[in-house]
């Protein structure tokens, strides 16, 4: 997906836009096959009682609400965060009812730094820390190919400069 054109300035283009790792989608992923399959199993159950029939509504709603809360959540959280390295500045936008985003102009940016533990460099992301002119060092977690991130940010920065 294409970040919107009018969240830039003129001559402003994308150099890289993209969303958090795939990995952060592995718990929500196991929680709805954990989900699923409890209920296909009390189902199963529960399916030679008078009640099985208001057991089965029962299952079902609590299973949609716990879908909905560790898998659809997750995946819309995920869906819906963009980390935006353009020729002017890094974007970073989250949130699905309440957006909230920061960016840091190249001209701020004063160092940029990338950290990965050894199964983060077998999955191919990390945590990327960029360091501008006024404020701590941020932090940006699960970024994919965090080392490529760091190359084309410290590309941009000394054009900039």
């Not at 997906?1 to 990995?23: G, N, Q, R, S």
């Not at 296909?40 to 208001?54: N, P, S, T, Y």
């Not at 501008?132 to 060092?137: I, K, N, R, V």
């Amino acid at each position: 997906m294409a970040f919107p054109d009018e969240l830039l300035t003129p001559d402003e283009t994308v150099v890289l836009h993209e969303h958090p790792h795939w990995k952060m989608l592995i718990v929500p992923v196991l929680a709805f096959l954990i989900t699923v399959g409890a209920a296909f199993f009390v189902a199963a159950l529960i399916r030679e009682q008078d009640w099985h029939v208001w057991g089965w509504i029962a299952l079902g709603v609590i299973g949609g609400l716990l879908i909905a809360w560790l898998t659809i959540g997750p995946l819309l959280r995920w869906r819906t965060t963009h980390f935006v390295l353009t020729s002017r500045r890094v974007l970073v936008r989250e949130g699905i009812l309440v957006r909230q985003g920061i960016d840091i102009p190249m001209s701020r940016i004063n160092s940029v730094q990338f950290r990965h533990t050894i199964v983060e460099r077998v999955l191919g992301c990390g945590t990327l820390i960029i360091e501008s002119a006024s404020d701590e060092p941020l932090e940006f977690d699960d970024i994919p190919q965090v080392e490529k991130v760091h190359t084309l940010l410290y590309r941009e920065v000394v054009e900039e400069q």
